[in-house]
């Protein structure tokens, strides 16, 4: 197990980056890698320690392959943190309970936003195919930004 880190300048304020996490329109719009997309009406997101962020996300090719998110948030820091655990005792081989997801939102300079993202623990085997999946959501985002 390991802890998957991935770090991402966006070039948009923090505000702005923040809120294409937590508002549903915009989650909806961006989230999920290439060939996959989220659902509008799958997504029910209650911004507070002890809420939730639920959402499916659909293969485009085989509309029958879908990917339920169910966190709960355990930490919520408006415009600087959000962080939240979700049960994959469901996934096999996954070697965990819960999955916890942090997100910090740090200033850089010229209004640009750096995002640090933590999923822990992490099964190595699974961690360079997740890196690529948040890569091509990223890419994704920053469409969505510009």
Not at 67 to 92: D, K, R
Not at 103 to 123: C, K, M
Not at 129 to 137: D, F, I, P, Q, V
Request: net charge negative; no cysteine; charged share 25%.
């Amino acid at each position: 197990m390991t802890d998957l880190v991935i770090t991402r300048i966006f070039d948009a304020p923090r505000e702005l980056v923040y809120r294409a996490f937590t508002d549903p329109d915009q989650l909806s719009a961006w989230f999920g890698p290439v060939g996959w997309s989220v659902p509008r009406d799958s997504v029910d997101i209650d911004l507070r320690v002890g809420g939730h962020q639920r959402f499916t996300m659909v293969n485009e090719a085989d509309p029958s392959m879908k990917s339920p998110q169910n966190a709960t948030f355990v930490e919520v820091v408006e415009n600087e943190l959000l962080v939240g655990e979700e049960s994959v005792a469901h996934i096999p081989d996954f070697g965990a309970e819960v999955l916890r997801l942090r997100i910090e939102f740090h200033d850089e300079e010229d209004g640009r936003t750096r995002v640090v993202l933590t999923q822990s623990p992490f099964p190595e085997a699974m961690a360079d195919s997740a890196r690529g999946g948040w890569g091509s959501s990223f890419t994704k985002l920053d469409k969505l930004l510009s």
